[in-house]
């Protein structure tokens, strides 16, 4: 359950970063609004990066054997 509950916070946390670019972008927020959405978009662009490197963290144990890591390619452009 908790894996599940990291990979939507993560999901939540990137799409709300999505939009917090979007409305900087428009250039209709003050410079108030700009400030605070700018603060917000650190903390998750940390809280994603912190993610990403947790789950890179995992899969190098996952890969790992006999003490050695092992480098297995990985094809983005496979199906699912």
Do not use: P
Not at 27 to 48: H, V
Not at 63 to 71: A, I, P, V
């Amino acid at each position: 359950m908790a894996r599940k509950k990291a990979a939507l916070d993560f999901e939540q946390s990137l799409t709300d970063l999505q939009n917090l670019v979007e409305r900087l972008e428009n250039g209709e927020l003050s410079l108030e609004d700009s400030l605070s959405a700018f603060e917000q978009g650190i903390r998750l662009t940390r809280e994603c990066q912190a993610a990403l490197t947790q789950a890179e963290q995992k899969v190098q144990i996952l890969l790992e054997r006999d003490g050695e890591l092992e480098q297995t390619a990985f094809d983005t452009d496979e199906q699912a």
